[in-house]
C-alpha cells in the first residue's frame, strides 16, 4: 500500500458521481474543484475533462467519515482483533510504555486509509490522544484529524477503579468545574462527562443518574461559558433528561430516550445530536461475550434492542444523528452506517449520519457535505453508498482519501 502526501493548492477530480446524503447530485457525472483545501466546483461533465483532472471513472465522492465517538487507546486489545501487537505472553521481554504511541500512529494510520477524516475521541489513557492530535497536526504521523476530551469527568465511581488514567472523578459543583478547567489547562477541545454509569461495568447499575443536577449544570456552564461544546454519557433516562435539560450538546448511547419522546423532541429543539454507538451494544452482547463478565453480556441484550428502538425514536423526533464507532478495529467505523440501516434508515440518513450529522456533533460547521465552500475531506469508493451503504465499509473499494485538500491516499 502507498502512503504518501501530495500537497497541491489545486485538485480536479471529474468522471466521479457525487454523494453526500444531504444533497441531491443525481446519477450523472460531475467535476469536483478543490483549491486551497476547499470545495470550489461540483458542476456536470463537460465534453473534455479539465487539464490534471484525475478521472475516477464513475467512483463515488462522499465527504471524509467522521467517527464522532471514538477511543484512542493504545491499550484496547480485546475490540481490535487482528490489529496492534498481540497479546503480551508471560515471561515475555517486558513491554515499555513509549510502544503504545506506535500503537497509536499505526492506529490514526488505518483510520485515514479508510476515508475517516476526522475523529472525536471520547475517553483516552493519560491524554495520549492529545499527544496524537498534535502529532498529526505537525505532519509527523498521518491521520485523521483529532478532537479529544481529555479525561472524563465522572462521579467517584467504580468505573473510576477500571479507567484510573481515563477519568478525572469529581465531586460537588465547584470540584466539577475545577475538572473542566483541568481539561481545557490539558488542551481538550470539548468536555465530556458521565451522566450515568458504563454498561461495562460490573459494579455500576447504568440507569440511575451518577451525578446530580447541580453537577452537570456547573459542567455545561463552565465548558460554555468557555466557548467548548458538552458530551454526555447517558444510558439511563434520568441522566440523559437532566444532560438535556441542562443544554449538554451530544448524547452518547442514549439507548433508553426512546422510553421519553418528548425528550427527543426537547432534544431536537435545542439542535442536540443523539450518537446511538450501536456497534459497541453489538460488541457485548455478541461479538465479545466470552471478554465481559456475564451479567454485562445479559444487560446487553436488553440495551442492544433498547438502542435500535431510541434511533428509530430519534429519527421520527427530528434529533440529528451521528456515526460513533464505539468499537474496533480502527478503520471498522463505517460498520456503523451498515447496521443504522439494518435498523431503519434510509442509506441517504446513514450517509448523512456518518458526514453532515457527525460534523455537527463535533461543532465542526466547515465540513460533512459536498457543497461548495465546505473543507475538502473527501472519500472516492467504487460503488454507489446510495444503493449499498456497504461499500463504505469494504476496505477494498476505497480508492482516495483527501484531507484537508491533500491527496493522501491514492490507490486507482
Ligand atoms: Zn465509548
Known amino acids: 500500500m502507498e502512503f504518501f502526501y501530495v500537497c497541491s493548492a489545486r485538485l480536479v477530480l471529474s468522471n466521479a458521481r457525487l454523494a453526500d446524503g444531504s444533497t441531491d447530485f443525481g446519477a450523472q457525472r460531475r467535476t469536483l474543484v478543490v483549491e486551497d483545501g476547499v470545495i470550489v466546483s461540483t458542476e456536470l461533465d463537460q465534453a473534455a475533462a479539465p487539464e490534471g483532472a484525475l478521472d475516477l471513472a464513475g467512483a463515488t465522492v462522499v465527504p471524509g467519515l467522521i467517527d464522532a465517538h471514538m477511543h484512542v487507546l493504545s491499550s484496547e486489545i480485546t475490540r481490535n482483533p487482528g490489529f496492534g501487537p498481540p497479546p503480551a505472553l508471560k515471561g515475555g521481554e517486558p513491554r515499555a510504555?513509549?510502544?503504545?504511541?506506535?500503537?497509536?500512529?499505526?492506529?490514526?494510520?488505518?483510520?485515514?486509509?479508510?476515508?475517516?477524516?476526522t475523529v472525536r475521541d471520547v475517553g483516552c489513557d493519560d491524554y495520549e490522544a492529545i499527544v496524537l492530535r498534535q502529532a498529526v497536526n505537525l505532519g509527523v504521523v498521518p491521520g485523521p484529524q483529532v478532537l479529544s476530551c481529555g479525561r472524563i469527568i465522572s462521579a467517584t465511581s467504580p468505573g473510576g477503579v477500571l479507567f484510573e488514567a481515563m477519568y478525572r472523578q469529581a465531586d460537588g459543583p465547584d470540584e466539577v468545574r475545577k475538572a473542566v478547567r483541568e481539561q481545557l489547562r490539558a488542551g481538550a477541545d470539548f468536555i465530556k462527562f458521565m451522566a450515568t454509569g458504563a454498561r461495562s461495568v460490573e459494579l455500576e447499575n447504568p440507569e440511575p443518574a451518577q451525578l446530580t443536577r447541580a453537577e452537570m449544570h456547573a459542567i455545561i456552564d463552565e465548558a460554555h461559558r468557555m466557548g467548548v461544546r458538552?458530551?454526555?454519557?447517558?444510558?439511563?433516562?434520568?441522566?440523559?433528561?437532566?444532560?438535556?435539560?441542562?443544554?449538554?450538546?451530544?448524547?452518547?448511547?442514549?439507548?433508553?430516550?426512546?422510553?421519553?419522546?418528548?425528550?427527543?423532541?426537547?432534544?431536537?429543539?435545542?439542535?442536540?445530536?443523539?450518537?446511538?454507538?450501536?456497534?459497541?451494544?453489538?460488541?457485548l452482547a455478541e461479538r465479545f461475550t466470552d471478554k465481559f463478565a456475564p451479567p454485562l453480556v445479559e444487560q446487553a441484550k436488553r440495551q442492544l434492542e433498547e438502542a435500535y428502538a431510541t434511533l428509530l425514536a430519534a429519527r421520527k423526533a427530528g434529533v440529528t444523528i451521528a456515526l460513533g464507532h464505539d468499537s474496533g478495529p480502527p478503520g471498522d467505523a463505517a460498520i456503523e452506517?451498515?447496521?443504522?440501516?439494518?435498523?431503519?434508515?434510509?442509506?441517504?440518513?446513514?450517509?448523512?449520519?456518518?458526514?453532515?450529522?457527525?460534523?455537527?456533533?463535533?461543532?465542526?460547521?466547515?465540513?460533512?457535505?459536498?457543497?461548495?465552500?465546505?473543507?475538502a475531506d473527501l472519500l472516492v469508493v467504487d460503488g454507489d453508498p446510495l444503493a449499498d451503504i456497504g461499500v463504505l465499509n469494504d476496505r477494498a473499494a476505497v480508492r482516495i482519501v483527501v484531507k484537508h485538500g491533500e491527496l493522501v491516499l491514492d490507490r486507482r
Not at 98 to 108: K, N
Not at 245 to 267: K, N
Not at 276 to 281: A, K, Q, R, V
Not at 338 to 358: D, I, K, N, P, Q
Open 97 to 117: 510504555r513509549e510502544l503504545g504511541y506506535f500503537v497509536l500512529a499505526a492506529m490514526a494510520k488505518a483510520v485515514l486509509e479508510a476515508g475517516i477524516t
Open 230 to 283: 458538552v458530551a454526555a454519557h447517558a444510558e439511563g433516562l434520568d441522566g440523559a433528561r437532566i444532560a438535556i435539560e441542562e443544554g449538554v450538546d451530544t448524547i452518547e448511547h442514549g439507548l433508553s430516550l426512546h422510553r421519553e419522546p418528548a425528550l427527543l423532541e426537547a432534544m431536537a429543539e435545542r439542535g442536540g445530536v443523539l450518537v446511538p454507538t450501536l456497534s459497541t451494544f453489538h460488541d
Open 337 to 375: 452506517l451498515v447496521r443504522m440501516v439494518e435498523g431503519g434508515l434510509s442509506t441517504a440518513e446513514a450517509l448523512a449520519a456518518g458526514t453532515a450529522g457527525s460534523a455537527k456533533a463535533l461543532g465542526l460547521t466547515d465540513r460533512g457535505t459536498l457543497q461548495v465552500g465546505k473543507r
